[in-house]
């Protein structure tokens, strides 16, 4: 069983145009990214897939691996489908997606996400989350917020405060969704058939497509947060978490 990790990168992000390639302590942001991908001792083969040449280009440029697709998918996953069609990944192959505004993220996040699935063979899908320790982020809707049973099993993922405390009495811990996922490769194909689904639409999730369609998808708690680039302001927050961990 082999490991792929799939970065998907657009060059039209909504927020932040240009983020994949933008500069980030000297390097463009997506070469952060498969550079620790590439760290894990897991991983058996790191891939950009893009729709984009001039990320195409940046990755040529670093030695980087990429393959263009669609410019018409709907999410990452979907796009995560598409490379994984094109690269002829065998059936029983693992792929991690990584999102390309990820360039904090632990290399040991990998081991992490794909656990379950080596342990569970019945197991289709699994991602990561977060115990929120900032209060700020429990009502962010930028925050995705992620509620899971007593077998990890997600039961819901959500931009609103989720689960809502009646009254505001009593306290609750709450988890936040990183965009990091683990997939048996023949799922990826299931996933990308099926329509988009009414709650994926309107949270703007691709994850709920899966639990929409009766997909379980396997939560687990990370002690590593991962800080997304959404806008240019967090290109600053991330060379400062680089700065500390290179004084460490």
């Known amino acids: ?33 498969y550079e620790r991908a590439a760290r894990s001792p897991l991983v058996d083969r790191v891939v950009l897939a893009t729709d984009d040449e001039r990320i195409l280009e940046v990755a040529s440029d670093f030695g980087g691996e990429a393959i263009m697709t669609s410019s018409n998918v709907r999410c990452g996953t979907d796009r995560v489908a598409e490379a994984a069609d094109k690269l002829g990944l065998p059936e029983e192959d693992l792929v991690v997606n990584i999102q390309g505004d990820q360039p904090c993220f632990n290399p040991v996040q990998i081991a992490e996400v794909t656990a379950p699935l080596v342990t569970d063979p019945e197991l289709p899908m699994s991602t990561l989350i977060y115990r929120i320790t900032d209060p700020s982020e429990i009502d962010d809707p930028n925050i995705v917020k992620t509620v899971f049973d007593r077998r990890g099993r997600a039961l819901y993922f959500s931009r609103a405060t989720i689960p809502h405390v009646r009254g505001g009495e009593g306290r609750i811990p709450y988890y936040k969704h990183h965009g990091i996922y ?67």
């Open 182 to 248: 683990g997939y048996r490769r023949h799922f990826l194909r299931t996933f990308a058939q099926w329509p988009t689904s009414a709650m994926e639409e309107a949270e703007k999730l691709e994850q709920l497509r899966a639990l929409d369609y009766g997909a379980p998808i396997q939560v687990v708690i990370t002690a590593f947060d991962s800080m997304e680039v959404d806008t240019p302001r967090d290109v600053a927050k991330v060379e400062e978490v680089f700065r500390n961990e290179a004084a460490l």
């Open 1 to 33: 069983m082999r490991v792929t990790v799939v970065i998907p990168a657009r060059y039209e992000s909504t927020r932040f145009i240009g983020k994949a390639t933008t500069l980030i302590a000297g390097k463009p942001m997506i070469r952060h990214v």
